[in-house]
């Protein structure tokens, strides 16, 4: 199957800073990217939509300027979360659709903020 | 209303046995029907997929089962092996738009050895 990287894979930082996670497809292009965020033993939960060259499309409840998301090219996109509080703690996963519309997802990034 | 229902939560199955695990969906607007796999601490990977128009589908020792008329599916692993527990999550594609995924709630599968 086609190979999604996401890095870091864990990351721990002090409350109020920002963190950036990046998704990238390795061997295809994905002009569709997805963001996920899952809370123990809990199924996915999608975040948002991201194109390239154009604006995220975030869910409801989802708030854009927390969860920055910027996709610049058709291998990259990365989401920023701004001003981490305790309550962003979580595993965010990305996912990458092929030409043919299947999505492989990333390992997964462990934010933990102190 | 896009929403897809996973049973069991969690199921435990001997060496050797077969697990089921079951999905159904409310509506029509779903035409991708695929299967991941979750480890602890890992991200879903695709196991196996299935599209409307077949009603059956085997990849070794997986197996989907699609009931269109049901609006069912599910996935049977033969011969269940104790490298095989993990979570297991169904999911529908949206037909429409950027083809979103709608996931199950999820099965945490064990096997017993």
């Known amino acids: 199957g086609a190979v999604v990287s996401q890095h870091p894979s864990r990351v721990i930082c002090k409350s109020g800073t920002s963190v950036k996670i990046e998704c990238r497809s390795l061997?295809?292009?994905?002009?569709?990217m997805f963001w996920y965020r899952q809370f123990p033993k809990q199924s996915l939960m999608l975040m948002a939509t991201?194109?390239?060259?154009?604006?995220?499309?975030?869910e409801q409840g989802v708030e854009k300027d927390k969860f920055l998301i910027n996709h610049a090219s058709l291998t990259l996109s990365t989401l920023t979360v701004t001003s981490a509080h305790p309550e962003d703690s979580s595993f965010y996963i990305c996912?990458?659709?092929?030409?043919?519309?299947?999505?492989?997802f990333g390992a997964g990034t462990r934010l933990s903020v102190l | 209303q896009q929403q897809v229902k996973q049973s069991p939560q969690s199921l435990i199955v001997q060496k050797g046995g077969i697990s089921i695990i079951n999905c159904a969906y409310e509506?029509?607007?779903?035409?991708?029907f695929p299967w991941y796999q979750q480890f602890p601490g890992k991200g879903p990977a695709l196991l196996i997929a299935?599209?409307?128009?077949?009603s059956e589908k085997k990849e070794g020792r997986f197996t989907i089962s699609f009931n269109k008329s049901a609006k069912q599916f599910s996935l049977h692993i033969m011969d269940s092996q104790p490298g095989d527990s993990a979570t297991y999550f169904c999911?529908?594609?949206?037909?429409?738009?950027?083809?979103?995924?709608?996931f199950g709630q999820g099965t945490r599968l064990t096997i017993n050895p």
């Open positions: 996912s990458a659709t092929t030409p043919k519309n299947i999505q492989y």
């Open positions: 991201s194109n390239e060259g154009s604006k995220a499309t975030y």
């Open positions: 061997d295809f292009q994905a002009t569709t």
């Open positions: 999911a529908a594609r949206v037909k429409r738009g950027a083809q979103k995924l709608v």
């Open positions: 509506n029509t607007a779903f035409d991708y």
């Open positions: 299935i599209r409307p128009d077949v």
